[in-house]
């Protein structure tokens, strides 16, 4: 089926979005952060996103996200607009995984350990309705110890179980905002064949964002890139010589 056949599971038309001021307002003269995006997401596409520091990728995964709110129309998520409709992230249909989980609570200035004793199983078997035969992959993938306690483990190992967690339903749209940047070389490796998996038999749409290129070049369908919150290149990945020739990072640099 080819591109334009095949229906979008995320749509975007002439996407804005600003950070207001503290009072949540709009602040005078300040471009917004995301500008004028229109972009349509195959099913099954692993887009690759890329921009430099303060390009706005979080900010536009978070509002693809339905984690900011933008107007109903010019942004679809399945069908629907993703704020307003909180089931679509409740279903686990659409997933974002991004930000760190603290192993302190910040609380007005101090911070606190967090003192509870929870092991990794524990927490991802308190997700209800989850295929078993699923879960005992995802957590084979990622190497999650069942027995590791969530208040010792290292930042890498926390990280994996914040995957797993994300993973465990199966997705139709994920948005991936840098997870992979505490994961050793293996871990990477395998859970980016995973995902691959998942698009081509699921059918699930992947945006990541990332500045590590390490072993990417043929991970991708299409190429995003983002500069001053503008979609400055969008582009099949079969069209972009420097993947075929292992040169992503030069592509960046380009
Ligand atoms: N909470 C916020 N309030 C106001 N402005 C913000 C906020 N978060 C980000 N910004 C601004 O939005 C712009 C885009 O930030 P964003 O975090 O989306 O960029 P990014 O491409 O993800 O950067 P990085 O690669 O460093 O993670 C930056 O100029 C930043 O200063």
Not at 216 to 232: D, N
């Amino acid at each position: 089926m080819s591109e334009e056949e095949n229906s979008p599971v995320l749509e975007t038309c002439d996407l804005d979005f600003s950070y207001p001021d503290i009072d949540g307002r709009p602040i005078p003269g300040v471009p917004p952060v995301v500008q004028n995006m229109s972009i349509r997401i195959p099913r099954g596409a692993r887009c690759l996103l890329l921009g430099s520091n303060g390009a706005g990728k979080t900010t536009l995964l978070k509002v693809l996200g339905g984690k900011h709110m933008v107007p109903k129309e010019s942004i679809t998520v399945l069908g629907v607009p993703p704020f307003h409709n909180t089931d679509l992230t409740a279903s686990g249909r659409l997933s974002y995984l991004g930000g760190n989980w603290e192993r302190d609570i910040a609380f007005a200035g101090y911070s606190i350990p967090m003192q509870g004793d929870i092991s990794a199983l524990q927490m991802i078997e308190s997700l209800p309705g989850v295929d078993p035969t699923r879960r005992a992959k995802i957590m084979q993938v990622l190497d999650v110890d069942p027995d590791w306690r969530m208040h010792r483990v290292s930042d890498g190992q926390r990280r994996r179980v914040q995957i797993c967690l994300g993973l465990l339903k199966p997705p139709e749209v994920l948005l991936l905002d840098e997870i992979t940047v505490d994961l050793d070389v293996l871990a990477r490796a395998d859970l980016l064949d995973f995902l691959k998996e998942e698009s081509e038999q699921r059918g699930t749409g992947i945006i990541y964002a990332t500045h590590i290129f390490d072993g990417l070049e043929r991970w991708p369908t299409h190429i995003m890139f983002l500069s001053g919150g503008r979609l400055k290149v969008w582009s099949k990945a079969e069209d972009i010589p420097e993947l075929a020739n292992d040169q992503l990072l030069q592509l960046a640099e380009k």
